[in-house]
């Protein structure tokens, strides 16, 4: 789900900003950067985010000011520069490209000013000062995701319902099934062997295995089952992530109509199940969304 959400917190001296945006990712997949001073902390920073965010692309930008600090000394990359030179008197003897290499080119080359100095690490207060940032930034997070998880279970309830009533459009007319079964068979038989008496039991016989084949009331028990599920589940009845867990019981949805689609050969039917696919489809696009 996309989002942003941003903090701040101070302590003596210091100043923490944190900034968190997110984006539709079938898994969780999170992008830090952060100064150096928090390097060390890096993984239990990740894990208190992931204990938040279940699924979606997450960029996290943590910076550090500290009041009154004098701005931090550069030197100038000695290694770098001579690379650099190297490479540009490479391409103009070896390969005959000629121009001019000036300082303000030069400057504009990544690495060729650094820090001085390393950061050093935090203290634990400062620590808890970084943490409480983090903790109002994915408060901010949650909400902004939140706002945009009602309007997507809005259009999964719709969507769910117009599944539901298209299942309830193929059970009415499969209940005709059996006996269109019986009026095709006495055409097919009447036209290949019209002076040939018929056994109406053998008819019979022949008219309930074709209607059981092509049955699909266990389907669409399952189907109305699966649809419940999908229900209470957007509903968000039991506050937990639900994206994977719709993820996979689509796929149950998907199996059965599949099924009804197989079994009944029928040209209404088989409208139904298309309309049916279709529908599926629109909710698995839209659940890639959801956490």
Request: one cysteine or more.
């Amino acid at each position: 789900m996309t989002g942003y959400g941003s903090g701040s917190a101070q302590a003596e001296g210091l100043k923490v900003t944190v900034e968190l945006r997110s984006v539709n990712n079938r898994f969780a997949d999170l992008k830090l950067r952060l100064p150096e001073a928090l390097f060390g902390v890096e993984q239990e920073l990740r894990r208190k985010i992931l204990a938040t965010v279940k699924r979606g692309r997450i960029d996290v930008d943590i910076r550090i000011e500290r009041d009154g600090a004098e701005a931090a000394p550069v030197v100038l990359n000695r290694p770098m520069v001579q690379a650099v030179l190297g490479a540009w008197r490479v391409l103009r003897e070896e390969f005959g490209i000629h121009g001019n290499w000036d300082l303000p080119t030069m400057m504009r080359t990544p690495g060729i000013l650094e820090a001085a100095e390393k950061g050093a690490p935090l203290s634990e207060g400062e620590l808890e000062t970084v943490v409480r940032a983090l903790e109002v930034a994915l408060d901010a997070l949650d909400s902004d995701r939140a706002r945009e998880g009602e309007r997507l279970q809005a259009d999964l309830s719709a969507r769910i319902e117009v599944m539901a009533r298209l299942t309830a459009a193929i059970r009415e007319r499969a209940a005709s099934v059996p006996e269109a079964i019986r009026g095709r068979l006495n055409e097919r038989v009447q036209a290949l062997a019209a002076s040939i008496p018929l056994d109406p039991g053998r008819m019979a016989q022949e008219v309930a295995f074709l209607a059981d084949r092509a049955d699909v009331t266990e389907e669409l028990v399952r189907l109305d089952g699966h649809l419940d599920h999908a229900r209470s589940l957007v509903s968000g009845a039991d506050g937990e992530p639900v994206g994977k867990r719709l993820d996979f019981l689509l796929q149950e949805i998907h199996r059965e109509i599949n099924t009804i689609a197989s079994k009944c050969q029928d040209l209404t039917i088989g409208r139904g199940t298309l309309d049916l696919k279709a529908e599926a489809e629109k909710v698995r696009e839209q659940i890639q969304n959801l956490e």
